[in-house]
């Protein structure tokens, strides 16, 4: 079992940047993919990036494209999450995710194994 906690959120003006960080700890980091998720109020979580095991392969949700950017640091056990020119809309709770067993990436709710709490993450216009 793998846990993990996020830490980073705040509030922020429209246009601004946060990082967001996610400490995992239970299992050997380097072994599994890691992704991040937002959940807004009222919607449903969804996808936001994910990166391999390795980091030399990323993937990103088409709204977030070139203006997220995930990144992880194996040896501290941590993943990233750079956040430029934000929006309102992007507003929500924000999850880091560790990947059920070996998939690649984890882009769907079923590829994840684990969930850290949250960290809110508040953009305003």
């Known amino acids: 079992q793998v846990q993990l906690v996020e830490s980073g959120g705040g509030l922020v003006q429209a246009g601004g940047s946060l990082r967001l960080s996610c400490a995992a700890s239970?299992?050997?980091?380097?072994?599994?993919?890691m992704g991040w998720f937002r959940q807004a109020p009222g919607k449903e979580r969804e996808f936001v990036a994910s990166?391999?095991?390795?980091?030399?392969?990323?993937y990103y949700a088409d709204s977030v494209k070139g203006r997220f950017t995930i990144s992880r640091d194996n040896a501290k056990n941590t993943q990233y999450l750079q956040m430029n020119n934000l929006k309102p809309e992007e507003t929500g709770v924000y999850y880091c995710?560790?990947?059920?067993?070996?998939?690649?990436?984890?882009?769907?709710?079923?590829?994840?194994?684990?969930w850290g709490q949250g960290t809110q993450v508040t953009v305003s216009s």
């Open positions: 990166i391999s095991w390795s980091g030399r392969n990323t």
């Open positions: 239970g299992r050997t980091f380097s072994s599994y993919a």
């Open positions: 995710a560790a990947a059920r067993g070996a998939t690649m990436a984890v882009r769907v709710l079923a590829d994840v194994g684990s």
